[in-house]
């Protein structure tokens, strides 16, 4: 059950749908993290390339019998639209998630194969939640981060820097309040933030350097290849 709900935790997260909106049509079961092979950030999505981005994330859950192997699908994935530290060798290394509109439709797609396995019938998204992912105008960037005290993120802000141009977000979301980390090695605590960045402003085939600014004036930044994310 605690598995169950923290894969229901992780799909609110990242399809940016409501509870709502969820009760409507009876879905639960939606998990986050999204797949797929790496081309470049797409702006524009067509119906036939939606239908494709949600097989490809239905097929592997589908495939997915047991929690390991719904953890093994789950960890495959996100690797597709993570930029900057790789959590399993560098675990208090900053990194981001980029919430890319294909980054949500296989999120979707492993939602339908979960919900359908759990009704013993097909379950698909309604069309009107596939065409709110192919139109969102923003791309929302979840950044996970290291501090030495529990505070340690409040007030952060972020930027894009593709060669000389400064890319600004849309908004920001507050900080979490930061998590103790297990083990005595590194910075004490982790923290997350999203901020949602305008299709328009980016080149979505870039090479990109994120940079994270703290109140107290330090920096962190770190690479990332935009033409190798979906």
């Known amino acids: 059950m605690r598995f169950i709900h923290w894969l229901i935790r992780e799909a609110v997260m990242a399809a940016g749908v409501t509870r709502a909106g969820w009760s409507a049509v009876g879905l639960a079961g939606m998990l986050a993290i999204g797949s797929g092979s790496a081309w470049a950030i797409d702006v524009k999505l067509s119906q036939e390339e939606a239908q494709k981005a949600l097989e490809a994330g239905r097929v592997p859950m589908e495939k997915a019998n047991t929690p390991e192997d719904v953890k093994k699908v789950l960890q495959q994935a996100s690797l597709a639209t993570r930029v900057g530290a790789d959590p399993e060798k560098d675990p208090c290394g900053t990194s981001a998630i980029l919430r890319t509109k294909r980054y949500r ?14 009704q013993k019938k097909d379950v698909r998204m309604p069309e009107e939640f596939i065409r709110k992912v192919v139109d969102m105008p923003n791309m929302e960037v979840e950044v996970q ?29 507050p900080a979490e309040r930061g998590r103790k980390n297990e083990g005595g090695n590194g910075p004490a605590y982790r923290s997350r933030f999203t901020a949602r960045f305008a299709y328009e402003s980016f080149d979505p085939n870039a090479k990109t350097k994120v940079i994270v600014f703290f109140p107290d004036g330090k920096m962190s930044e770190f690479e990332a290849d935009f033409s190798k994310v979906k």
Do not use: M
């Open 105 to 118: 439709l296989e999120a979707f797609g492993r939602q339908e194969a979960a919900e359908s396995k759990k």
């Open 145 to 173: 981060l290291c501090g030495d005290d529990e505070y340690f993120a409040e007030g952060v802000q972020i930027a894009l820097q593709q060669g000389s141009k400064t890319i600004k977000p849309v908004d920001v979301s």
